[in-house]
């Protein structure tokens, strides 16, 4: 598992994108977060872990469109 720190303004759907490639994995953030599960914008300089995810998962939701891009 890794570690980041925020920068004030990201959300978590930014951040699963920028970690993973697809915001569509941002419920494994909040799970491994649960202490900061209620913030929708950070503040800077907050400590979250990022657990591994396969490249399989990856690949999957890198290909799927975000729910509000569906028509």
Same mark, same amino acid.
């Given at each position: 598992m890794?570690?980041?720190?925020?920068?004030?303004?990201?959300?978590?759907?930014?951040?699963?994108?920028?970690?993973?490639?697809?915001? %569509?994995?941002?419920?494994?953030?909040? #799970?491994?977060? !649960?202490?900061? $599960?209620? &913030?929708?914008?950070?503040?800077?300089?907050?400590? %979250?872990?990022?657990?591994?995810?396969? #490249?399989?998962? !990856?690949?999957? $939701?890198? &290909?799927?469109?975000?729910?509000?891009?569906?028509?």
């Open positions: 890794n570690s980041i720190r925020t920068i004030q303004g990201q959300a978590w759907d930014q951040i699963a994108r920028e970690a993973w490639g697809s915001e %569509l994995l941002m419920d494994r953030l909040t #799970a491994n977060n !649960a202490d900061e $599960a209620d &913030v929708l914008l950070f503040s800077g300089n907050t400590a %979250l872990d990022v657990p591994e995810v396969s #490249a399989a998962d !990856a690949r999957r $939701a890198s &290909v799927q469109p975000a729910p509000w891009e569906r028509l």
